[in-house]
């Protein structure tokens, strides 16, 4: 048997680290055997898939030096690799499954299964569809289906008994199948589901191995019940510990960067990133540290695997860029890399078109335009609060901008622009009477070139870390404050989930 990983990412934001961790040792896995690694896409959910994240996956996942074997962009046998290009194959899975009786259709309207939730909840009880579209009859379903009703299809799952689901790393898991929900495969608009669409595009990419996030455990169950229905091979499972922050706390943005956008621009080496996310999946205690792809795969082993959360420490990670800045790089080969990381011409041709209209001498450029290439900018709390705003609303200020630039589609000028007027309009303000802050927290400085096209340059990952800092800079804001915050900008209620 040979075997077969992969990594499946949905394009729907910036590439995340744990997205690389969980690339790498699929990997690392696959190569140690001889294996293949593949990458697919799953952009089942249309509305939140762009072609700019997948992009921005893609490549920064080939930035880090990782290849695949089969992909959307290299092709393979067993192709499409985009869910968004397979309706027909899950169209005719789905029916199998009708056929079958392993799957149902459900007319229940939003609104009755928010009732039944409530109910459930009164009671204490798990939150299940309760099955009241199984008890139709043959003619009750044609009757709906021909008046036109939409439905979506669930599958069956059985009322008692126990799961039994085996990880590689974490032995056997159980679940109990009453708390396991009758999970829909097919939307009203014939998408599958994540569910679906990873089952039969991992049986028909033949993936031996399912190396995936800790937060899919509880939908191993689910899985494992659609291989029995079609009678198929299960693959091995084994769920990763999520990445953490120092205090064990889940790496989020709230706390740290999450995009390896965000490391890129900051000038840290692919090779010294890789290396750091390999040394979670390896045992380094001989003290060498510094390790290539090629002796991270020979070292990997599952048990080295720490299931209590590998540690995202950018201590460490600076130490080690240090390192390879250092010890790795001859000179002509520092200079190329900081040739590349800099000396983007489109970009500089940018930052000068906006100096020019501000400086006296060729030499004001050095500290006018600075900020670009820095990481994070030094302000001060009294520098902020030295202007219009209270301490409250410049606090709601940052976080409310926050919320904003995350639910940006797209990052240009006119993006940023209408984010932050929104941010203003919020507070009740001009923009212009809330800007100084602005201005301090991205730039730096009171006044510099214009904000919006700074902003528009620099990047979403580096303007947003800059916009936390000056928040933790304030003493950041509550759970409360930001729950009593979220309405005042659309969308963020889901934003402030995800990120949390
Ligand atoms: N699309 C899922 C994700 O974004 C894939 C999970 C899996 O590997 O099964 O993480």
């Known amino acids: 048997m040979t075997v077969r990983t992969r990594i499946a990412p949905s394009p729907t934001g910036d590439p995340h680290v744990g997205t690389a961790y969980v690339a790498l040792v699929n990997y690392c896995f696959a190569k140690k055997h001889g294996g293949q690694f593949l990458l697919r896409i799953e952009d089942t959910d249309r509305a939140r898939s762009t072609s700019e994240s997948e992009r921005a996956i893609l490549d920064s996942l080939h930035w880090l030096g990782l290849s695949w074997d089969e992909g959307p962009d290299v092709g393979g046998p067993h192709g499409p690799y985009r869910q968004s290009e397979r309706g027909a194959i899950y169209r005719e899975h789905i029916q199998m499954l009708l056929d079958a009786g392993h799957a149902f259709k459900c007319f229940c309207t ?49 009322g008692e008994g126990v799961c039994v689901v085996e990880d590689l790393r974490r032995g056997a898991i159980e679940f109990e199948w009453k708390t396991v929900d009758m999970q829909v495969l097919m939307k009203s608009d014939g998408m599958p589901t994540y569910h679906l669409a990873n089952v039969v595009d991992d049986h028909l990419m033949e993936i031996t191995h399912v190396i995936r996030g800790e937060e899919w455990v509880s939908s191993a169950p689910k899985h494992i019940l659609l291989y029995r229905y079609f009678g198929w091979e299960m693959p091995k499972l084994m769920h990763l510990p999520l990445l953490r922050n120092p205090d064990k706390s889940k790496l989020s943005k709230r706390k740290n960067p999450t995009s390896i956008l965000f490391y890129q621009r900051m000038g840290y080496l692919p090779e010294a990133l890789l290396n750091f996310l390999g040394l979670l999946t390896v045992n380094s205690a001989d003290g060498n540290e510094i390790m290539d792809l090629h002796e991270l795969i020979g070292r990997f082993e599952f048990e080295h695997i720490s299931l209590g959360g590998p540690v995202f420490d950018v201590p460490k990670l600076n130490w080690l860029n240090g390192r390879y800045i250092r010890e790795m790089l001859d ?15 489109a970009k500089l041709a940018n930052i000068l078109t906006l100096a020019q209209a501000r400086i006296e001498r ?5 500290s006018l335009i600075a900020f670009f290439f820095q990481g994070r900018v030094s302000v001060r709390a009294d520098e902020l609060r030295d202007g219009k705003l209270d301490d409250e609303n410049l606090r709601k200020a940052f976080q409310l901008s926050l919320w904003e630039i995350d639910g940006l589609r797209d990052w240009n000028v006119s993006s940023v ?8 309009d919020a507070l009740g303000k001009k923009f212009r009477d809330v800007a100084r802050p602005f201005y301090l927290a991205v730039t730096g400085s009171p006044t510099s070139v214009p904000l919006y096209d700074a902003m528009a340059i620099i990047g979403r990952d580096i303007v947003r870390e800059r916009l936390r800092v000056a928040l933790d800079t304030l003493g950041g804001a509550s759970n409360k404050e930001q729950n009593a915050w979220k309405s005042l900008i659309a969308g963020a209620g889901e934003r402030a989930e995800a990120l949390s």
């Open 331 to 345: 000179v002509p080969s520092f200079i190329k890399r900081v040739e590349a990381w800099a000396g983007d011409e």
């Open 110 to 158: 939003p609104e009755r299964l928010e009732e039944m939730r409530v109910a459930q909840r009164a009671a204490a009880q798990p939150p299940r569809y309760d099955g009241l579209c199984l008890t139709y009859d043959r003619e009750e379903i044609a009757r709906r289906e021909a008046a036109g009703e939409p439905y979506v299809v669930r599958m069956r799952v059985p």
């Open 362 to 366: 060729l030499s004001d450029l050095g």
């Open 417 to 424: 622009e209408g984010a932050l007027k929104r941010v203003a």
